[in-house]
Structure formats: C-alpha cells, structure tokens
C-alpha cells in the first residue's frame, strides 16, 4: 500500500476549496495527489477499525481511492475533501459487509443442500435395506417368515404370535430362534453378493 508523504502536510482547505479548484472537473493532478497523501491514513485508520484484517482494509482504501479518480473522471466528485473520501470508504466497507454476507448466505446454502443429499442418500439407503429385508423374507421358509413377520413387523407379543400360529408359547419361541438365525444366514449371504 502506498504511504503518505511525511513531509508534505496542508490543511484540507489548501487547493481544493478555492473558488478556481472547486469543481471537480478542475482538479488537477498535484491537488489530487495532495489530497491522497493527506487523507490515506485518515481513510484508512477510518476502514481498518472496522474491517477483520488489515489486508481487506487496503483493498477496500484503494477501492475508495480508485472510485474518487472516477469520479473525478466523470465530473461526478461534488468536492475532493477528505470528508468526501471517507463517504466514499463508508461506502464501499458497506459493499464489503453486503458481499461477506451474501458469502455467508451461500456457504450456509451449500451446508444444507449437503445435509439435504445425506438425508437423500440415507433414505436411498433405508429403501434399500428394506426391500433387502424383503427379499430375505421371502427367501425362507414359510413358518419361519409368518413368525417373524408377527414378532417384528406387526410388534405382537410371543403370546400373541403364539395363538396366531396355533403354537404353545414354548413352541413359538424356539420357532422364533430358529427363523432368527435363518433369517440372519440369508440376510449375509445377500449382503455379501449385494456387495
């Protein structure tokens, strides 16, 4: 970044406010110039207190200087004062606040939309795994099937599952563990040929 002249010191009122250099279309060179080296710390110190590092604070003084040499080009600066650069700082540290909060926005965007496709995939994966539950059922023994789906599927009591299969209760759960065991042995072997 460039430094202002230690040795050059004017007050604000010195070319820029006589009568001759009051409009911008006049502005000459040497007054632009005076002026910069006398409102760059001012313009600065103004941006840095505000800003989260020293190198957004820079851009956003140059930013400020860029914008007043336009303005000047287009004869749109009402007068080059340093009150006027620093309107115009104000200005474009307002810019750099609305584009770190659309920045924002659309970081927080992107973290639902990824927690949105997780959703999605675990439901692909819930689907999955149900029609695999499925298609193990269906792959075992009819009375091994009917106790299960009693059991786990419908939520009946062995009790329950016991009347509907017209078994004792005793009957019922050694039924139960044999067609849990043969319901895990289909269930990895599909797992390991879906793999």
């Known amino acids: 970044m460039l430094r202002a002249s230690e040795s050059r010191r004017s007050s604000d009122d010195e070319s820029v406010s006589d009568p001759e250099g009051a409009s911008a279309s006049r ?3 040497a007054q632009l110039l005076a002026v910069y080296e006398r409102a760059l710390p001012q313009v600065y110190g103004y941006l840095r207190a505000r800003t989260s590092s020293a190198a957004v604070a820079e851009d956003l003084t140059s930013e400020t ?3 007043a040499v336009a303005a000047i080009q287009r004869d749109a600066a009402p007068q080059l004062t340093v009150a006027w650069l620093i309107t115009v700082a104000r200005n474009k540290l307002v810019d750099q606040w609305r584009r770190e909060e659309r920045d924002e926005r659309r970081r927080f965007q992107l973290l639902e939309s990824a927690d949105a496709d997780d959703a999605a995939e675990d439901e ?3 689907r ?3 029609a695999r539950v499925h298609a193990v059922l269906e792959a075992i023994g009819a009375h091994h099937r009917a106790a299960l789906t009693l059991r786990y599927l419908d939520g009946l009591s062995v009790p329950d599952v016991a ?5 004792t209760v005793h009957a019922t759960e050694a039924l139960l563990v044999r067609a849990r065991r043969a319901f ?3 269930y990895d072997e599909k797992a390991r040929h879906d793999d």
């Open 27 to 29: 502005v000459t060179g």
């Open 65 to 67: 200087f860029l914008a």
């Open 124 to 126: 692909a994966d819930a």
């Open 128 to 130: 999955f795994e149900r």
């Open 163 to 167: 009347d509907h299969l017209g078994r």
């Open 184 to 186: 895990r042995a289909r």
